[in-house]
C-alpha cells in the first residue's frame, strides 16, 4: 500500500472539488479507499444545533461514530467503542454550525500511516467543509432573494440581438406560461403581444448590441393588470452565452387585478371602496383629474376622497402614496 504525499493530486484535487460533486466527495471517498486498502470510507457531517446529520459512505455500510471527537486527533474503533475495531477516525473543527467527521474501516487492523495521513488530511478537510458552508448560505440567502423576487413578481430575460431568448429565471419562465402579453415564439423569440411593442423590442435589441452603454427604456406591457418592463444593455458577461446575449429584460407583473388591489386596500388600510378605487388609480400615476374622470367623480370630490386616503394610509401627498402602497407589504400580495 503507497500513501501518498499530500502534495500530490490524487486526494486533494478530488477533495476540493467533492463538493461540487453529487453524491458529494464521491471520487475523494473512492480514491482513499483504494489508497488505504480499505473496506468503507465514510463522511458524516453533522450540525451541533440539531441539524439533520448526512452520512456519504463508498463501501460497506456501517455507523459513522457520535461520540464526541476531539477535532484533530484520531481515533481508532476500540477507543470509540465502536462495532468496528478496525476503525480510524477523525473529525475538523466546525465551520459555521458543521463538523465533518471521516471514517476509514478495514477488515484487518489499520497501520499507523493511516491515522498519519488522516492527520494530515484535517486541515484540507476543514477548507473543503469552509467552501461547503459557504456555498449553503450563499444558497439560502439565494433561496430568500429568489422568494422574495417571486412574491414581488420580478424576473429577468436575456435576448440576443434578433429577440431570441439566451436564458432567463424561472419566474420570467411562469410568467411566459401564464401571460398573454409575452410569449415564446418560433426559435425561442421573444414575441410580445402588441406589434409596436414588438417592433420598438427588436430595435433596442440591436441597438444594445451595437452599443453597450445605450440607455435603459421601460416599457408598459399591460395596465391592468400592471405589468411593465425595463430594457437594458447587457452588461454581464457570464450571462452572455459565448457573447450571443444583447440586452436585458427585467420584468415586474402584478398578479392581482384592480378589483383585487381594491379589496387589500381596503383590508390593509381600512378604507372605503370608493377610497380604495381611487388610491389605487392614484398609485399607478393619474392626476386627481384623471382619477376623477376615471371613476366618474368631481374633482372636488376626489379632492375630499385623496385627503382621508392620505390620513388612512399615513402619506403627505400622492408621492409617499406611490410608495407606501407599491413597496409596502401590499406589493407581497
Keep these: 500500500m503507497r500513501i501518498p ?76 467503542g465502536h462495532a468496528v475495531t478496525a476503525l480510524r477516525a477523525v473529525r475538523t473543527p466546525a465551520v459555521e454550525g458543521l463538523d465533518l467527521t471521516l471514517c476509514v474501516s478495514a477488515q484487518d487492523a489499520l497501520g499507523a500511516e493511516i491515522a498519519s495521513l488522516l492527520s494530515a488530511l484535517v486541515p484540507h478537510l476543514r477548507v473543503a467543509l469552509t467552501v461547503l458552508a459557504s456555498i449553503e448560505r450563499e444558497r439560502s440567502r439565494a433561496s430568500v432573494s429568489a422568494e422574495a423576487a417571486r412574491r414581488l413578481n420580478f424576473g429577468w430575460i436575456a435576448l440576443d440581438e434578433r429577440c ?4 432567463l429565471d424561472p419566474q420570467a419562465e411562469r410568467f411566459l406560461e401564464r401571460s398573454g402579453v409575452l410569449r415564446r415564439g418560433p426559435y425561442d423569440r421573444l414575441v410580445p403581444s402588441a406589434p409596436s411593442v414588438d417592433r420598438q423590442l427588436t430595435a433596442l435589441a440591436k441597438a444594445m448590441k451595437a452599443d453597450r452603454r445605450h440607455r435603459p427604456r421601460a416599457i408598459n406591457l399591460s395596465q391592468d393588470p400592471w405589468i411593465d418592463i425595463l430594457v437594458a444593455p447587457l452588461r454581464i458577461d457570464a450571462l452572455g452565452d459565448e457573447a450571443r446575449a444583447a440586452a436585458m429584460i427585467y420584468l415586474r407583473g402584478d398578479r392581482s387585478s ?5 379589496e387589500q386596500l381596503v383590508d390593509l388600510f381600512d378604507l372605503t371602496p370608493a377610497e380604495a378605487r381611487l388610491a389605487w388609480s392614484l398609485a399607478q400615476g393619474l392626476s386627481i383629474a384623471e382619477a376623477a374622470a376615471a371613476h366618474g367623480l368631481t374633482v372636488q370630490t376626489a379632492r375630499y376622497y385623496s385627503k382621508r386616503i392620505y390620513a388612512k394610509i399615513g402619506a403627505r401627498g400622492q408621492v409617499d402614496l406611490v410608495r407606501n402602497i407599491l413597496t409596502g407589504v401590499l406589493a407581497l400580495a
Design 258 to 262: 384592480s378589483a383585487d388591489r381594491h
Design 164 to 167: 431570441r431568448i439566451v436564458d
Design 5 to 80: 504525499n499530500l502534495g500530490e493530486t490524487e486526494l486533494l484535487v478530488p477533495l476540493h472539488e467533492g463538493v461540487f460533486e453529487q453524491p458529494m466527495w464521491h471520487t475523494f471517498r473512492r480514491q482513499l479507499r483504494g489508497l488505504c486498502g480499505a473496506e468503507s470510507v465514510a463522511i458524516g457531517l453533522r450540525s451541533p444545533e440539531g441539524g439533520d446529520d448526512l452520512a456519504l459512505i463508498d463501501g460497506d455500510p456501517f455507523d459513522i461514530p457520535a461520540t464526541d471527537m476531539r477535532a484533530g486527533r484520531v481515533y481508532s474503533g476500540d477507543e470509540l
